[in-house]
């Protein structure tokens, strides 16, 4: 897994296409992320910047990832349990038509049961988890 997502557009297809050809020469597969997340992770705190299907079709036609993890709302650490997500689950479908490449949700466990079978409905292939519920 490759996250680039938090230098520019041009930068993060030049290191992820970087990353695909040294683990493609070795029979490994590649996830890339595309749009941020909110909440902190490790050095990076961001604001969600959804995932453009169409930028999503050009990412994975540049760099050619094999799984590509899209931002439609969910976050990534302290936040990630306060308030209600509002999630742009239409991405699900529309970068999955856009792509073709299996998609990867970060920062999920906080999705509720009826979201992750909206997410399934939609063409995702979401497990059964609980999320934690605010404190």
């Not at 399934?120 to 059964?128: C, Q, T, Y």
């Amino acid at each position: 897994m490759i996250d680039a997502s938090h230098h520019s557009y041009e930068e993060n297809i030049a290191i992820t296409k970087k990353v695909v050809e040294y683990a493609h020469a070795r029979g490994v597969s590649v996830e890339a992320e595309l749009g941020t997340l909110g909440g902190i992770e490790e050095d990076v705190t961001g604001t969600v910047c959804l995932t453009d299907p169409a930028q999503a079709k050009d990412f994975v036609a540049r760099t050619g990832i094999d799984a590509l993890a899209i931002a439609i709302g969910t976050s990534h650490g302290s936040v990630k349990f306060k308030g209600t997500p509002k999630l742009a689950i239409d991405l699900v479908a529309e970068c999955r038509d856009a792509t073709g490449v299996p998609l990867v949700l970060h920062g999920a466990s906080s999705v509720f049961q009826e979201t992750r079978e909206e997410i399934n409905r939609l063409g995702g292939a979401m497990p059964e988890a609980l999320a934690v519920p605010p404190i």
